[in-house]
Each structure stands twice: as structure tokens, then as C-alpha cells.
């Protein structure tokens, strides 16, 4: 891996695409969420003004932008509200891509998540550490206090379903179907894309076959994501930030 500053025009010359995570990229990490019964509030990170500026500064150039996020449609159009226009939002870990009004859903998750739900939605209400469900459409997402190895337990008794604790929640989806990896894999159809003119940026495991699927990967966390250039954690500027910086500079 390479730092980022040692990135050339010449390495950019074929890129149309950038895809950027959002938490721990374009925001700093976390989403917090409570849920008392029936009612779940979600705080969210807001996107950053200079990161809208630079977000738009990139299309003025010519630059396709994609987003790829674990996190709800709706969560994602509030935070892009300024740029919708000319952003399109892959969600749920690569399970649909909108993209101006128009939804492209890239896998059907409903047979294999409805079983494992009410057994989730038990053990929630018995467990004062899983801190409630973060409203998802084609994955589930359970926020917690701490690794509960009984979600890992119930997950575990579907063969075709996979979870893994990020720190924060767990995302129960399906194996191999619902990832960013896939997720991508669509959106360069949608925009006639080939691998070398898509570049990614990423922090977390789940984004390791992200940026391995484009042709020019980042990684934000040197020790959760392998890739060919990485940007430095420690500094006062977000990852996505330090990237864009590079790339307005030539
Ligand atoms: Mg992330």
C-alpha cells in the first residue's frame, strides 16, 4: 500500500466513478440509536458543507459519484439532500442503488430474512444490550452495546445468511448477495463502467470487497481494508476529504 499523496494524474486518467462509504469517510464513525418499545430515535452524522463543496467540485469535472453505504435510503437522501441531483446511492450494503428517483434492486432478501426476524425481535426485547433496530428494507440492522453471541447463535442456524458486529450493530444479510461488492458490480452496469474507471474508498471490513471490485482502491483504515493507496487515520481532515483534496489538485 501506498500513501495517498504519492497518487498521480496519470493513476487518474481513466477514472469516471468515485465511490465513497460514508461512515468513517465522509462522517466520522457512528450512528447512535435508541428505542424505548415502538419508538426508535436514530441520531445521524450530517455531511459536512466543505464536503458537499468538494462533492460538487468533482462533478463540475466530470466525475460520476457514487455512494455506498450500509445505511437506509432514506437516512442517505436526508445527508446528499444538496447534491441528489447528481449522486447515486447504493444501500443496505448493496441491495439497491437510487439513483435520480429511480430505484435499481439488486437483490430480493425477503424469504431468507423473515424467519430469522421475529426471533431477533424476541430476544431484543429480552436483552437490555441490543439497543433497538435501525429501520432497514432489505437488511437487518441491530444496534448494540457490546458482541452478543446469541444474535451470532440465531444467525448462524441459516446457512444462507451471514452477520458480523462492526463495533457498533449487527447487519444480518445474505451471504455473498447483499455487499457493496455486488452492489457496485450493478451500478457499473447501470452507468457502462468498466473496473479501471472506477475508484473506491473505504474504512471498515465490509468494504474490503468493495474497493477490490474498482479498478483504483483506497483504504481509510490501513488495518481493517487492504488496498492500493491508503489514506493516513490520524489527521484533521476525514478521509474522504484528504481524497478529494488530491484529486481538485491536479
Ligand atoms: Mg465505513
Known amino acids: ?21 460514508v461512515d468513517g469517510v465522509l462522517v ?25 463543496e468538494q462533492i460538487s467540485e468533482l462533478n ?3 466525475y460520476l459519484i457514487n455512494i455506498s453505504s450500509g445505511r437506509g435510503l432514506y437516512m442517505l437522501q436526508e445527508m446528499f439532500r444538496d447534491i441528489l441531483p447528481f449522486v447515486s446511492l447504493t444501500y443496505e450494503n448493496g441491495s439497491a442503488t ?31 444490550d441490543i439497543r433497538g433496530f435501525e429501520p432497514k428494507e432489505f437488511i437487518i440492522t441491530l444496534h448494540c452495546k457490546k458482541q452478543i453471541k446469541e444474535i451470532e447463535e440465531i444467525v448462524k442456524k441459516y446457512p444462507k445468511l451471514t452477520t458480523f ?5 449487527y447487519d444480518v444479510e445474505l451471504k455473498k ?17 468498466k473496473r479501471e474507471n472506477v475508484m473506491a474508498i473505504g474504512d471498515n471490513y465490509n468494504d474490503q470487497e468493495l474497493v477490490k471490485e474498482s ?34 489538485s491536479f
Open 1 to 21: 500500500m501506498k500513501p495517498l499523496d504519492q497518487i498521480s494524474k496519470e493513476d487518474l486518467s481513466k477514472i469516471k466513478m468515485i465511490v465513497f462509504d
Open 28 to 52: 466520522p464513525r457512528g450512528t447512535k440509536i435508541k428505542q424505548v418499545g415502538n419508538t426508535t430515535t436514530l441520531q445521524t452524522k450530517v455531511i459536512a458543507e466543505k464536503q458537499i
Open 60 to 62: 463540475r469535472r466530470g
Open 98 to 128: 437510487w439513483y435520480r428517483g429511480k430505484i435499481y434492486q439488486h437483490v430480493n432478501s425477503f424469504e431468507y430474512l423473515k424467519d430469522v426476524f421475529p426471533k431477533l425481535k424476541k430476544l431484543a426485547s429480552e436483552n437490555k
Open 165 to 169: 458486529w462492526n463495533g457498533e450493530a
Open 177 to 193: 448477495d447483499q455487499t457493496k461488492a455486488v452492489g457496485l458490480r450493478h451500478v457499473m452496469k447501470v452507468f457502462k463502467l
Open 215 to 248: 479498478g483504483m482502491s483506497v483504504s481509510a483504515d490501513k488495518t481493517r481494508v487492504k488496498a492500493k493507496f491508503y489514506v493516513p487515520l490520524e489527521g484533521e481532515f476525514l478521509p474522504a476529504d484528504v481524497l478529494m483534496q488530491k484529486i481538485l
